[in-house]
């Protein structure tokens, strides 16, 4: 079964940092796109981050640029969200999400819109206050 995993959320104070962590099972990354998404109490879901597995070509939304990145490791089975310089208006649950390249393709693969995702994970919850 496919599945993702995120986790590495909790609570922070403002200025610090947090990594996330989005793992595969039944899977690995290969030819996938992999987002972070948040959803923060009464706003919409909104994109964070997302890189291609092939390219690792990436994507930051404005609000994070500066402050984050994203990486996938070695085995291509897990991506990392780094976040520093955390705020106030970054609480939120953040979600993992896979798409697959859909064939044929041609250049970076990296969606930034939530419908282009099929897999998503749970969800970890990022709480950032004093």
């Known amino acids: 079964e496919v599945q993702l995993q995120a986790f590495g959320g909790g609570w922070v104070q403002p200025g610090g940092s947090l990594r996330l962590s989005c793992a595969a099972s039944?899977?690995?990354?290969?030819?996938?796109?992999i987002g972070w998404f948040r959803q923060a109490p009464g706003k919409e879901r909104e994109g964070v981050s997302s890189?291609?597995?092939?390219?690792?070509?990436?994507y930051y939304a404005d609000f994070v640029r500066g402050r984050a990145a994203i990486s996938i490791g070695d085995a291509k089975d897990t991506v990392y969200l780094q976040l520093n310089s955390l705020q106030l208006e970054d609480t939120a649950v953040y979600y993992c999400?896979?798409?697959?390249?859909?064939?044929?393709?041609?250049?970076?693969?990296?969606?930034?819109?939530?419908?282009?995702?099929?897999?998503w994970g749970q969800g970890t919850l990022v709480t950032v206050s004093s």
């Open positions: 890189i291609s597995s092939i390219d690792r070509s990436k």
């Open positions: 039944g899977f690995t990354f290969d030819d996938y796109a």
């Open positions: 999400a896979a798409s697959r390249r859909p064939t044929p393709y041609v250049g970076p693969y990296y969606p930034t819109s939530a419908w282009m995702y099929e897999t």
